[in-house]
């Protein structure tokens, strides 16, 4: 395999190296915002929808526009219905001028794009991404693709839209072609932001091919790049990883959000191919990570789940990576509900443990049971 370049990735507050190309970055520090959100004090939601007013539609389709298709036809396009528990009686015409919304918006941040980098960018829009993009129509469309194929899991899974909660109007993703895009792109961003707000690890991303910006997450592929992986991998990993964040008000454990991130790209590819590095000597193998983690928890080899919590990306051994994705695919798909909880508790500032143990109404022990029998059973 070519020699790409590495990428860093960085956790909140530590340096993280990528090996090879296969891993992602991540990102700094929190904007404003965020953190502003991660003041807020809990809130009594809505049992059926968690505040969102909005729960999946039955049998969404998956949503992808480029802005070079023929104009959108919302009514097929909408994958969501007001609540019907605290919702009740609303127009679902609003529902369709809001998707038209989101779209004439993301249009617009795209020509704002175009006019800042002097690229040509083209546009995909998902139910909750936008895609501002110098990869080709067909491969934009694969990655929109992607990304569907995991929201519409999510939502399929657990019926609501807690996972899911970002939107194309604010959460945009820049996939850049080669190198020099890369770095003409970064002297934009330097001109919009202070130094702060580009983050403590701005500098060495440099030197890498993806940085996972607060507002503005962005990557770039290569004609080698593309040869070893489809580009749907890292934007499929970056996309997940940012709406647990979202999910969570920026509280999930690195285990769960790199966890949550792989197990989308297990979903979509039934490959890994992404994860985030700190020491390029300690990079997990590629592969079906599912059947991975399956071992190691027939052979005794898993760690104790509580070992695993406080650990950063420094600490990540191989291992960890295919133990965190098993965990979360556990979680999640044995009790759905249960899992938005722990989102829930989490994002409500519980400590980990305590958050999953009342989620689940069970022991760690007894957690640490089921998922291995879960294993077994799960083809
Ligand atoms: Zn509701």
Redesign the pocket.
């Known amino acids: 395999m070519a020699a790409l370049p590495s990428m860093p990735f960085l956790s909140p507050c530590r340096r993280a190296f990528l090996a090879g190309s296969l891993s992602a970055c991540i990102l700094p520090s929190l904007s404003p915002a965020q953190e502003e959100e991660r003041q807020k004090p809990a809130t009594n939601d809505?049992p059926?929808?968690g505040g969102l007013?909005r729960v999946p539609l039955k049998n969404a389709k998956p949503f992808v526009w480029l802005k070079d298709d023929p104009p959108l036809n919302v009514e097929t396009a909408v994958g969501v219905q007001f609540?019907p528990?605290?919702?009740m009686g609303n127009d679902p015409a609003q529902l369709l001028a809001e998707l038209q919304e989101q779209v004439d918006a993301a249009v617009a941040k795209n020509l704002e794009w175009e006019e800042r980098t002097g690229f040509k960018l083209l546009l995909a829009v998902t139910h909750n991404v936008t895609l501002h993009t110098q990869l080709t129509a067909e491969q934009a469309r694969a990655v929109g693709k992607a990304i569907e194929t995991f929201a519409l899991h999510l939502a399929r899974v657990t019926d609501s839209l807690l996972l899911t909660p970002t939107r194309p109007s604010r959460f945009g993703l820049m996939v850049l072609w080669e190198k020099s895009s890369w770095t003409q792109f970064r002297k934009v961003m330097e001109g919009l932001y202070t130094r702060e707000q580009l983050g403590e690890s701005w500098t060495s991303a440099a030197n890498y091919n993806s940085y996972d910006h607060f507002v503005t997450p962005h990557m770039y592929e290569t004609p080698e790049s593309v040869r070893t992986r489809p580009p749907t991998v890292g934007s499929t990993f970056i996309v997940a990883r940012r709406q647990l964040s979202v999910a969570t008000s920026w509280r999930a454990p690195f285990w769960l959000s790199e966890g949550f991130a792989a197990y989308a790209d297990y979903i979509v590819h039934k490959t890994n191919r992404w994860f985030t590095v700190y020491d390029p000597s300690r990079v997990p193998t590629i592969g079906d990570w599912m059947q991975e983690a399956r071992r190691q928890s027939s052979g005794g080899k898993s760690r104790p789940w509580n070992k695993l919590f406080d650990r950063e990306v420094r600490d990540f051994a191989p291992a960890d990576y295919s133990q965190a994705m098993a965990m979360v695919a556990f979680l999640l798909e044995s009790k759905p509900p249960d899992f938005l909880n722990l989102a829930r508790k989490l994002r409500a500032r519980q400590p980990q443990q305590a958050a999953l143990e009342s989620a689940y109404e069970a022991s760690l022990t007894e957690l640490e049971q089921r998922c291995k029998r879960w294993l077994v059973a799960r083809k």
């Open positions: 809505c059926r929808c007013k609540c528990q605290c919702q």
